[in-house]
């Protein structure tokens, strides 16, 4: 049963999460507090927005928090971290979000004793569609990877993995709506271009995405089937899909998925 949890690190990620354990009614806004590293108008913003506590005292966020969820920049790791250092008490779960750092870094700082689980959610948490990879530090046993579990569970879907794996699951999952974004905002383009109105393409395309990711939710067959079966020979489709082989398209988002996950592991190594 969690009573608080305190977000140290009040950014993107940290209200997308917010947004989505309120949205889910996992607890109410009274049991949530937020601090972060100075900006008293982004923490007015969140309690404006969410009702939630805010404050800049770290021992006032931190003390009787079941769940501390960490939610800085890597880079701001090691501040934040001794920060709230002499707060923490080994029976409150750490769960950080931060890409690349490893729990044993973050053990290390706060005391062996502490358990600490890693978490790599995605902004649709926001509205209960992230996709969360999560995994165990050495102090945390089953009952604390089942608490962050079920706090992840209610902002969509979750799945444990090896810590070695979160690297790569950073590059899948953590950025890859970026990806999709990206997309999308070429699409757009491209209708734009094409002189079709901007908020029907925005219309299509969205329930295009929606309607490709239901297919391959429910559909039972796997995006190479379901790609074939859009594209007719001599088609439109296989037009397309020629002009993307032309460039390398596959080769290119393997790229990106790589580049994602050595800068996660560059990440962990630099502020070590
Ligand atoms: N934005 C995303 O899509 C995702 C982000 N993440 C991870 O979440 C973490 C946060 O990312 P964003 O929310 O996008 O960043 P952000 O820049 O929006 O937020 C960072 C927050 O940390 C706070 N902060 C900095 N130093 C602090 C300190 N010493 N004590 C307390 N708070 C401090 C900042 O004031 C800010 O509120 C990153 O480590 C990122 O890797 C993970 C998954 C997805
Ligand atoms: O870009 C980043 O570093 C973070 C981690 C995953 C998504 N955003």
Not at 203 to 230: F, N, W, Y
Not at 240 to 248: G, V, Y
Request: aromatic residues 6%; glycine residues 8%.
């Amino acid at each position: 049963m969690v009573e608080k949890i305190c977000f140290v690190g009040a950014g993107s990620m940290a209200e997308s999460i917010i947004s989505g354990i309120l949205h889910n009614q996992f607890l109410m806004s009274s049991q949530i507090v937020a601090t972060n590293k100075n900006n008293r108008e982004r923490l007015d913003g969140l309690q404006h927005r969410y009702d939630i506590d805010v404050t800049t005292d770290r021992k006032y966020a931190i003390d009787g928090a079941d769940i501390i969820m960490l939610a800085t920049k890597p880079y701001d790791i090691v501040d934040a971290i001794n920060q709230v250092k002499s707060h923490v008490k080994p029976n409150q779960l750490i769960i950080s979000v931060v890409a690349g750092i490893a729990t044993g870094f973050i053990s290390e700082r706060l005391g062996e004793n502490v358990p600490v689980v890693r978490a790599m959610p995605n902004t649709s948490a926001s509205i209960g569609f992230s996709a969360t990879a999560i995994t165990a530090g050495e102090n945390a046993g089953a009952a604390d990877l089942e608490l962050a579990e079920s706090l992840f569970k209610t902002i969509g879907l979750t799945t444990i993995v090896d810590e070695g794996d979160m690297h790569t699951v950073t590059g899948i999952s953590g950025s890859g709506p970026a990806y999709f974004y990206y997309l999308v905002e070429a699409m757009e383009k491209a209708a734009l271009k094409a002189g079709l109105d901007n908020a029907v393409a925005i219309q299509l395309i969205t329930q295009t995405i929606i309607g490709a990711g239901e297919m391959l939710k429910h559909s039972g067959d796997p995006a190479s089937v379901l790609r074939e079966k859009i594209t007719s020979p001599g088609g439109t489709t296989q037009a397309a899909i020629e002009t993307l082989e032309a460039n390398d398209f596959q080769q290119t988002v393997m790229d990106c998925v790589e580049s994602a996950r050595k800068r996660s592991i560059e990440l962990g190594e630099k502020w070590k």
